[in-house]
C-alpha cells in the first residue's frame, strides 16, 4: 500500500512539476522524460498485477506502455503520438470488455459520449476545418474506450467503479486537450490536462491491483 502511494506522490508532485517546469524550459526532451516517467508509474501497477494476481492485466500494461509512448512521442510529432494513443485506447477496450461484459451501461456511456462528440465538433467546426476527418477518427475510439471504461460499473465493485472513474477523467482531459489546440490556453488548462490524465491513468492502474 506505502508502494502505491509513493508511486502516486512521484507522478503528481514530481514528474508532473518536472513536465512543466522543463516544457516551460522549452527543454522538450527532458520534459517528455518526466511526462512519460509518470505514466510508467500507473504501468508499474497494472505489471505488478499481471505477474502476481490476473494475467488479464498484461492487456492494461500494454495499453499504459503505449500512452507512456505516446506521451513522449506527442511532444515532437502529434501525428505518430496520437497513434500510439488510439492504439493504447484498443487495448483498452480489450481490457475492460474482459473484465465486464458489454452492459445497457456500456452502450447508454457510449450514445452519450458519441453524442456528446458530435455536438462538440459541429460547433467548432470551422475552428477544425480540414482536421475534421482525423480528430473524428480519434473521438469516436475515444468515446468506445472510455465508454467501456464507463460501462465497469454494471460490476458493482470498487476495481469497476474506479475504471469508471479514471475513464470520465480521461475523457474529460481530452477534451481540454481539444480547446487548447484549436483555441489556445495558458498554463492553468494545462496543469488542468495533466492532473486529470495522470489521476486517470493511476486509477486505471490501481484498479490492476483490486
Known amino acids: 500500500m506505502l508502494w502505491m502511494y509513493a508511486v502516486c506522490a512521484l507522478t ?10 522543463y516544457k516551460k524550459a522549452m527543454h522538450y526532451k527532458l ?3 518526466f ?7 500507473a504501468a508499474s501497477f497494472a505489471l505488478t498485477a499481471a505477474l502476481r494476481l490476473d494475467p488479464r492485466c498484461w492487456v492494461c500494461f500494454a495499453a499504459l506502455m503505449l500512452h507512456a509512448a505516446a506521451d ?3 511532444e515532437f510529432n502529434l501525428f505518430w503520438g496520437e497513434g500510439f494513443f488510439l492504439a493504447g485506447h484498443i487495448c483498452y477496450i480489450a481490457f475492460f470488455t474482459k473484465l465486464f461484459p458489454v452492459s445497457a451501461i456500456h452502450l447508454i456511456a457510449l450514445v452519450c459520449l458519441l453524442g456528446l462528440n458530435a455536438f462538440t465538433f459541429w460547433r467548432w467546426r470551422k475552428a477544425i476545418g480540414k482536421r475534421m476527418l ?8 475515444l468515446s468506445v474506450a472510455m465508454a467501456c471504461a464507463i460501462g465497469c460499473l454494471s460490476g458493482h465493485v470498487l476495481q469497476g467503479q474506479l475504471i469508471a472513474l479514471g475513464g470520465a477523467l480521461f475523457f474529460i482531459s481530452d ?10 490556453a495558458d498554463r492553468s488548462v494545462d496543469w488542468t490536462v495533466m492532473i486529470l490524465y495522470y489521476s486517470a491513468q493511476l486509477l486505471i492502474g490501481i484498479s490492476c491491483l483490486i
Open 175 to 184: 477534451a481540454f486537450v481539444l480547446g487548447r489546440l484549436l483555441f489556445g
Open 35 to 41: 511526462k512519460t516517467l509518470g505514466t510508467l508509474g
Open 12 to 21: 503528481l508532485l514530481i514528474c508532473l512539476p518536472f513536465f512543466m517546469h
Open 72 to 74: 513522449y512521442l506527442l
Open 134 to 141: 482525423p480528430f473524428a477518427v480519434y473521438g469516436v475510439i
Open 31 to 33: 520534459a517528455s522524460a
